[in-house]
């Protein structure tokens, strides 16, 4: 494949996933959360959304795929580590947040559809 297709196929994911992302972030404002961050770079890599809802903090990853059972996928061993990692980096920057406890949630975004999985994985 020509390196301008390959940077061309990476420009319409990127795009995809910001539209995933704000659609992501509109449907938890809608239910009450306060998005506290975007695409939230941090030493151990980048959050896609923070939010907070009545003292519940949600790390929030956002996965667009071309159906929801294979967004629900997306998310592997090796990028659950990384949100982790990830997560510790910014409650230390951010302290004072999440006093009715943490969780990791994934939102699945595809074709016009979009799903919560709330507390998508735990730290064993």
Known sequence: MPSWRRAERGLRAEAGGRGAEETAAQALAAEGWRVLARRCRTPAGEIDLVAEHAGLLAFIEVKARASLAEAAYALG????????????????????????????????????????????????
Do not use: K, S, T, Y
């Open 77 to 124: 061993p090796r990028q659950q580590a990384r949100l982790l990692a990830a997560a510790e980096c910014w409650m230390a920057d951010n302290p004072g947040h999440g006093a009715a406890g943490v969780r990791f949630d994934v939102m699945v975004v595809a074709g016009g559809e979009i799903r919560r999985i709330r507390d998508a994985f735990r730290v064993m």
